[in-house]
């Protein structure tokens, strides 16, 4: 799937690109590599709750509480 996403992409970028390669990475085992797609799709939508709330499961998944915990406060600041 994230070949497919690539190559279909081309040139093109977009906040869903990013994000359902992310998704597609993550859902493979690939946390590291779905952080970063997810960092591109929060560039150009900061406030973008399910984005946030799977880059802080990422981060979960390789040890990096800290991190999660940034991107969970981003997360709860938004629900108020």
């Given at each position: 799937?994230?070949?497919?996403y ?9 906040f ?10 993550q859902?493979a ?9 997810y ?10 709750i ?9 981060f979960?998944?390789i040890g ?10 981003r ?6």
């Amino acid at each position: 799937a994230v070949d497919y996403y690539r190559k279909a992409a081309g040139d093109y970028r977009s906040f869903a690109l990013f994000f359902n390669t992310g998704v597609a990475l993550q859902q493979a085992g690939k946390h590291a590599e779905s952080i970063e797609e997810y960092k591109k799709a929060l560039r150009m939508e900061p406030d973008n709750i399910q984005a946030l709330n799977n880059i802080a499961a990422a981060f979960q998944h390789i040890g990096g509480r800290e991190e999660a915990f940034k991107y969970l406060e981003r997360l709860e600041s938004l629900k108020k």
